[in-house]
């Protein structure tokens, strides 16, 4: 049997001893440890591991803090990071003292290791957070002699001593080091070459009280910062040992801004990439997922308040909130486009209706937009279908607290809202049966019925169904705007260098000249609210009169019409697209053009060839970063997404629609 077996083995033994005794039998667990000789015994202190890969990523540096408070009298400790190689146990010599830090991933490694040890006739001491926390967890199972809690340089040298002199406790209670006397690390100890970064803490402890996290618990909750000088002159040290990069390694930002982040719900990204639909913090699922884009803009403020906070930080930040913004723009393309309309949601949130209130991704940007203070949310279904899909996806949203239910199949304005359906309806083939049953059973005639009666301000619908019947519920319910007499849909997509809208992608199927003139009026004001000048084409298989073609013609009378309304207008066409998108082939074909800039507002003589357009961008350039669909000329406030919107994009469309809604009542003097 090999040595890992073998520990293996006896771990097991451990766990079916520890359960047959009772918690007050647990001073006879112990058995009484070697005598120790200063001198002669060797001091191995271990970082456990099950992996090991040659090459670590960061320095392990409590292992050369611990090596710092060894007395000089018991030699050079052996260090051993497991990252990097295996414990070489049968080095052990009876009487060697071997130290092991633990914490809950390398737990069950470091109690082979202590078995294994203990089997040799060594001196088995637990440390790090795990051994603090269960301090006879280590006594049952990991084969230890005595366990340290709290800062274990505190006291490692009276283990030292009393594993000398026979007198070793079984638990030592090394409490909190004071700030100004934080163990120098003995990184002359270090392997070369063998870590990535190094690592300097300059903070134990931290303020936040977070129930989840193990640090403040055994550390105390209050911070103790390190005096910058001792920082500097390590970061100095291992600098000259060859490192580039250095890591500010304090309690307070890897303990709990990763945890902040995995107790946080598992973001829509990581569960496409992971194929994991219920991760949730917990034994299997401690770290977040490398492709969390909340990472980044988590993590990094995180380490840069720490390095503020302990005094390193030679140019703070002073705008932290304007700091995560510029970030998110790494993280979300479409974050910097977005940025005025997610600014003016902000300064006047409003309560959204979301029709498919049971979609996971419509209940994921709902909790995005509670957190960025955008949106009150009002979400339509089964109010218990929905209680139960925010506590799988570990949301934190409460209904009656920071949104509403609209409950599909219990709801007191059920009769009323029929009645009023019934009336609009009647003369469109809706009888009062047929309106009572589509009233029950049709998530956005009751989200339109909401909005038209003033309890909410403003609605999204559309992420599954077809956009032909939630478009006929919002004809009939909501109608279109005063003198506008046109529906459109329009789509944003994010290419490599430039942003296009395209219109008409899904409400008119072969418009009229006059329906292609209003549109683009419509398109030409949406634009502008997201801080672009538009610049529109009229595009055609046509160009600039070569062809007769009823579709063609069309275009060149919408051209006359936009122009008598709006003659300053940048507009153009009938043209082809590749002279709408290259100032050198417009220059070429059709100097005298309106357009000075390239097109950003693309106008599509029917459906077919807007909708195809807008799928074959998004999905070969666009990299599936869009914004829609926006629907132009509604009355209030509503627009249609499509089945394969994303969460980031119900997002956005959730903060334009906050912002056109705060729009209007200002407009209306609300």
Known sequence: MTEHASAQAAVGAQLQWHSSLSSGDAATRVRPSPRVSAGATTVHLVNPSHLSFGVGVITPRWLFVLASATPASYGRPQITDETLEPFAVDALRPGDVVGIGIHTGNALRGYEIGMLARARGAVVVYGGIHATLYPDEALDLGGAHAVVKGDGDVVWAQVLDDAASGTLQRIYEAGQVDADRFAPARWELLPAGRYMWGSVQTVRGCPKHCSFCSVWRT????????????????????????????????????????????????????????????????????????????????IAPAVAKAAMDSGVATRPIADFPAYRERLLQFVYTSSLLMKPIFAGAKKDPQRIVFAEGEDERVL??????????????????????????????????????DCEGVNVLDDPRYKEYAQEYYLLARRKGVNRPQALEEMRTRPTLIGAMLLRRGDVDGMLCGTFGNYADHLRYVRTVIGMRDGVHTLAAMQMIMLPGRQLFICDTHANRDPSAAEIAEMTMLAVEEVRRFGQEPSVALLSHSSFGSSDAPSAVKMREALDMILSRAPDFAVEGEMHADAALSTAIRDREFPESRLTADANVLIMPNVDAANITYNALRVTAGEGITVGGILLGA???????????????ILNMTAFAVAEAATRKVAAGD
């Not at 990763?258 to 770290?287: C, R, W």
């Not at 009355?635 to 994009?649: D, G, M, N």
């Open 635 to 649: 009355a209030k406030p509503v627009h249609i997404l499509t089945p394969s919107a994303t969460v980031r994009r």
């Open 364 to 401: 994921r940007a709902a909790q995005t937009g509670i957190d960025e203070g955008i949106v009150f949310p009002v979400l339509v279904g089964r109010t218990d279908v929905i209680q139960s899909r925010v506590k799988r996806l570990g949301l934190r949203l409460t209904l009656g607290k």
């Open 219 to 298: 550390d105390g909750q209050k911070p103790r910062q390190r005096r910058v000088d001792a920082v500097v002159a390590e970061i100095v040290e291992l600098r000259r040992r060859g490192f580039r990069f250095v890591a500010l390694a304090d309690d307070n930002f890897y303990p709990v801004a990763l945890a902040d982040l995995a107790m946080a719900e598992q973001s829509d990204i990581v569960a496409n990439a992971y194929g994991e639909q219920d991760l949730k913090f917990g034994p299997e699922y401690l770290i977040p997922r490398p492709f969390d884009p909340r990472l980044i803009v988590m």
